[in-house]
């Protein structure tokens, strides 16, 4: 069983994109939900909110997120032979949590024992669509996720973050914000489309 990673930094996309792969593939792929906002929607104590961020409290969302969605990567990719799906698509992955960890990701993986070779192995395809906050920053809003913290300037840190953790995987695709939504989903439809008839 196949995993694809979709990911981006705010405001990219994934959630419309999800949304789209769910109507062109239907039972041929299992969507893992995104670990981090399962958590801050099921009572992890939102900063701003409940609590003050704090890097201890980044420290310790981080190690929540990384648990859950290895855990639900598993779990879903069982429940994808069940069903007979020939796909699993994880909204973002083990490593996005890099970002968002001060030191970057040779810290995130001494932090989490990760054996980083090992982990971008655990997917076949990592597409990542670009977050508006670098291309087109003028469109940037929180609208598409309640739960967003990010100001525009974080988001395009994130970003970048998250480009360069990923980039180093085989098979990386890149899909930049000057596309617009439509584009970008046809891309990505394009792209498990090719996944797919490699798996048949």
């Known amino acids: 069983m196949k995993r694809v990673v979709l990911t981006g930094g705010p405001c990219a996309g994934k959630t419309t994109t999800l949304n789209k792969l769910r109507c062109a593939f239907d039972n041929r792929i299992v969507i ?5 906002t399962m958590l801050l929607s099921s009572g992890f104590p939102v ?6 961020w704090s890097p201890e409290w980044q420290m310790e969302f981080q190690a929540a997120i990384f ?3 290895k ?8 429940l994808a032979q069940e069903q007979g799906a020939s796909l699993v698509i994880c909204d973002r992955g083990l490593l996005d949590g890099a970002a968002y960890t001060q030191g970057g990701l040779k810290a995130f993986c001494q932090v989490h024992n990760v054996d980083l070779p090992a982990v971008l192995a655990r997917y076949e395809a990592v597409i990542h669509l670009e977050s508006l906050a670098v291309g087109r920053p003028e469109l940037y ?5 309640e739960k967003r913290m990010e100001s525009l300037e974080e988001a395009r840190k994130l970003e970048l973050a998250i480009r360069m953790i990923w980039s180093n995987h085989a098979n990386y695709f890149f899909i930049n914000s000057e596309n617009t939504m439509t584009e970008k989903i046809s891309k990505v439809i394009d792209i498990v489309e090719t996944i797919l008839l490699r798996e048949t």
């Open 141 to 145: 809003g929180k609208t598409s996720n």
């Open 67 to 69: 648990a859950v969605q």
């Open 47 to 52: 900063p701003g909110e409940e609590i003050e």
């Open 32 to 36: 893992v939900p995104e670990a981090a």
């Open 71 to 78: 855990s639900m990567e598993n779990v879903y990719t069982l």
